[in-house]
């Protein structure tokens, strides 16, 4: 139909219907690509890692066509891929008020994971979290008598019967000791105490300057704590200062 062949109609509504009918008639159709076992193989091994967003930037189809042919095909969304939790299912397993941490232990490579592309969900590897989680040196970072999964707690505690030892903090151990925190770093810094380095334990502060150290009871009892001998002829000295005010130095 051609634009010469449309009646004049004076009709507002009757201009508007056969102007449609042009359009529609010089309108070249579109049919949607078809799915082939190769893309649909690719839809499953994306997912995992990206978005269907960016799944359909890289196989040049819609989003909205991705999730179709997902929910077709029973293909599960990227943060229900099999062997993979999102960082909030693993705080909620172990019990812990927030999810940064976990999302820290996969910035470290303390556990396999990844960030979703083109989201914001972090995810973790289930098979290595549950090897990660009954090492001894990843007691440190979570609080293992609050995790909530009970097949999970029964592995820690197998774990820690096992092992037979506990962390202990600067603090702790200085109490041990009857020394101070400072004594304790100094004894670390100089290797006679054995311990390990935590940075950004919770997760919030990646880039902070302080840190935590941690040590096993069996190395604290170990240590042997050697008080500083005083020079009682040094005036610097806290010592010769005493014996300076009771009058007792030569």
């Known amino acids: 139909m051609a634009l010469a062949d449309i009646p004049l109609n004076l009709d507002l509504t009757a201009l508007i219907t056969n102007s449609l009918k042009v359009g529609m008639a010089h309108a070249p159709s579109r049919k949607a690509l078809r799915w082939n076992e190769t893309d649909l193989a690719r839809v499953k091994e994306l997912l995992p890692y990206c978005s269907p967003k960016i799944v359909g930037q890289m196989l040049g189809r819609s989003e909205d066509a991705i999730k179709i042919v997902r929910q077709r095909q029973q293909i599960k969304a990227s943060s229900k891929s099999e062997g993979w939790l999102t960082a909030n299912r693993v705080m909620r397993l172990l019990g812990m008020p927030d999810s940064r941490p976990v999302i820290g232990w996969v910035k470290k490579g303390l556990v396999v994971g990844h960030r979703i592309a083109g989201d914001?969900?972090?995810?973790?590897?289930?098979?290595?979290?549950?090897?990660?989680?009954?090492?001894?040196?990843?007691?440190?970072?979570f609080d293992t008598t609050r995790i909530q999964d009970p097949h999970l707690a029964s592995l820690v505690e197998l774990a820690q019967e096992r092992w037979g030892d506990e962390w202990l903090t600067t603090r702790q151990v200085a109490d041990v000791k009857g020394t101070t925190t400072r004594q304790i770093a100094q004894s670390i810094f100089r290797g006679a105490i054995p311990a390990i380095h935590i940075v950004g334990k919770d997760g919030r502060h990646e880039n902070a300057a302080w840190s935590f150290w941690a040590i096993k009871r069996s190395d604290a009892e170990a240590w042997q704590f050697k008080p500083p001998a005083y020079d009682f002829t040094d005036p610097c000295t806290p010592s010769s200062c005493w014996h300076v005010q009771s009058g007792l130095a030569a």
Request: hydrophobic content about 45%; charged content about 25%; glycine content about 0%.
């Open 120 to 141: 914001d969900t972090w995810m973790v590897h289930e098979i290595s979290l549950r090897r990660w989680i009954v090492s001894p040196r990843s007691w440190v970072y």
